[in-house]
């Protein structure tokens, strides 16, 4: 790590002088990139910028492209490829300057502000949710939680927001407007949930029902189905062991 005459560290690269002036050229954020970027560059995006977040509370203040791709495990052509999707990001052979790096990328991401959360379904996954401490460090906050049977929920921390009943769902929603919902019901009330949630005016759904959800398309939705995922992992473990 070198250290200049004050308390700025710079990563360790020779490549980048000690005093680098500029290192970032974003070119004009307001205008993304056009088309469709697949899932998995968006996936990336959001690891490059928690580690930049990392390295930036380290106090480095310029990062070469080897410090990003040993954090992120990505090779160099990979970050390059996922940053031009939105522009010029970076010198060759000088690196990024992490503050402006982060936050374009939050800017990108559109986690420059916190989102709202509603929460549908306080049971044993909805509670675990619940629990979840990175949501607000990601820039989300669940503000509001509902069950169909909110009397029969396990208790919850003091100062969470209280369980709900759905039927009030549209209406809190509306009050505080939430954009984002989260559905964590069994498969067979998870489509009336999502059809409720787009009624009231949610534009985005991250579904972990195992059931495909329908809605409007003006409204996005995210399937996670966790008996599909390790179905992927078992997949490629018989694969890797012949069988």
């Keep these: 790590m070198l250290e200049t005459g004050g308390s700025e560290k710079y990563s360790d690269n020779p490549d980048i002088p000690a005093k680098a002036t500029s290192v970032f050229s974003p070119g004009d954020l307001s205008e993304f990139a056009h088309g469709k970027i697949p899932d998995a560059t968006i996936r990336r995006l959001s690891t490059y910028q928690r580690m930049s977040n990392k390295i930036e509370e380290e106090g480095i203040k310029i990062a070469s492209s080897a410090e990003l791709v040993r954090r992120c495990r990505v090779n160099p052509a990979q970050i ?5 999707y939105f522009g010029g990001f970076g010198i060759r052979g000088k690196g990024y300057y992490v503050k402006a790096l982060r936050e374009n990328l939050k800017k990108i991401l559109g986690v420059t502000d916190v989102w709202k959360v509603a929460l549908v379904g306080a049971g044993n996954l909805g509670s675990a949710l619940l629990a979840y401490k990175e949501f607000l460090s990601h820039a989300f906050i669940i503000d509001a939680v509902f069950d169909k049977f909110p009397e029969k929920t396990r208790p919850q921390k003091r100062g969470s927001s209280p369980i709900l009943p759905i039927t009030k769902l549209k209406s809190v ?7 984002i919902g989260i559905v964590a019901l069994p498969s067979e009330a998870a489509q009336g949930v999502v059809t409720r949630l787009a009624e009231a005016g949610v534009r985005g759904i991250l579904n972990f029902a195992p059931t495909q959800v329908f809605a409007p ?3 996005w939705i995210k399937n996670v189905d966790l008996g599909s995922e390790l179905e992927l992992l078992s997949y490629h473990l018989s694969k890797k062991n012949g069988d």
């Design 173 to 179: 929603v509306q009050r505080k407007k939430i954009e």
């Design 80 to 84: 390059r490829k996922d940053l031009a």
């Design 217 to 219: 398309k003006s409204v």
